[in-house]
């Protein structure tokens, strides 16, 4: 399977969701089942336009078309850098037809846990920032 061009690694990616999303990124988590722990995360630096449910399955990633790419030139007002497009199983009858254009993409493998569910522990990720966190005093 590959994303804009970047091979994913070999695993059972077939559960998806978003486990972040802002101005400067969209994170896609990526399993065999998300309940504790993800092995994969697809991270779209600054996204431009996301277009997928929240949480999807059997995604499968396939070059956007010309019509795709108008619409997105249309709505941005200008070519993005990355556009991934897919169809996946987002839990209604038929596939849903997804679309995300960002300025990157980076495909992350890694064992990630998820938060408890009571909010014992916070979750365990390789921080966002350079060096130790800022003091919140």
């Known amino acids: ?9 070999e695993g059972s990616w077939w559960d998806w969701e978003v486990v972040t999303w802002d101005a400067g990124r ?15 995360e ?5 996204p431009l336009f996301v277009s997928c449910p929240p949480a999807f399955q059997d995604p499968v990633f396939r070059a956007p078309t010309a019509g795709e790419r108008e ?10 850098p990355v556009v ?27 064992l990630f846990e998820r938060a408890r569910r009571h909010g014992t522990e916070a979750p365990v990720r ?12």
Do not use: K, N
């Open 126 to 137: 390789p921080p966002d920032w350079p060096g130790a966190p800022p003091s919140t005093d």
């Open 1 to 9: 399977m590959e994303i804009a061009g970047q091979s994913l690694p």
């Open 42 to 46: 697809v991270v779209f630096v600054s």
């Open 84 to 110: 991934v497009a897919f169809e996946a199983d987002g839990g209604g009858r038929d596939p849903v037809s997804c679309l995300v254009a960002a300025e990157r993409v980076d495909v992350v493998p890694g």
């Open 26 to 40: 969209l994170i896609l988590a990526a399993g065999h089942d998300l309940t504790y722990h993800h092995g994969l």
């Open 71 to 80: 619409r997105l030139a249309r709505t941005l007002g200008e070519e993005s």
